[in-house]
Nanobody
Framework: QVQLVESGGGLVQAGGSLRLSCVASGRFFSINVMDWYRQAPGKQRELVAGITTDGYTNYADSVKGRFIISRDSAKNTVHLEMNSLKPEDTAVYLC???????????????WGPGTQVTVSS
């Protein structure tokens, strides 16, 4: 079984910063892509940022220049540094990983339960 656990969420004032972390554990060969998504009440889940094994990153337009994604492949960990936070960034932030050689098959996707980020105005 593969598990992802997020941490670092909380309540912050607008303009503040938070750092989210996600750790993957279990039996698998490697992790290909790791992403951060978010879902606000009444809205669809949206991709915030992603990072490949080679370090290639992509960001949603709404967070470019404010958020930075990074990963430590040796520790199966991905981070999201969130700066200049806005009330519209309020959401549950979820981590996902595209895992190779896991129990569900050669290439499978796993999700964490999410961590709440609330930005007050």
């Amino acid at each position: 079984q593969v598990q992802l656990v997020e941490s670092g969420g909380g309540l912050v004032q607008a303009g503040g910063s938070l750092r989210l972390s996600c750790v993957a554990s279990g039996r698998f060969f490697s992790i290909n892509v790791m992403d951060w998504y978010r879902q606000a009440p009444g809205k669809q889940r949206e991709l915030v940022a992603g990072i490949t094994t080679d370090g290639y990153t992509n960001y949603a337009d709404s967070v470019k220049g404010r958020f930075i994604i990074s990963r430590d492949s040796a520790k199966n960990t991905v981070h999201l540094e969130m700066n200049s936070l806005k009330p519209e960034d309020t959401a549950v932030y979820l981590c996902d990983a595209l895992v190779m050689g896991g129990p569900s098959g050669p290439l499978s996707r796993y999700w964490g339960p999410g961590t709440q980020v609330t930005v007050s105005s």
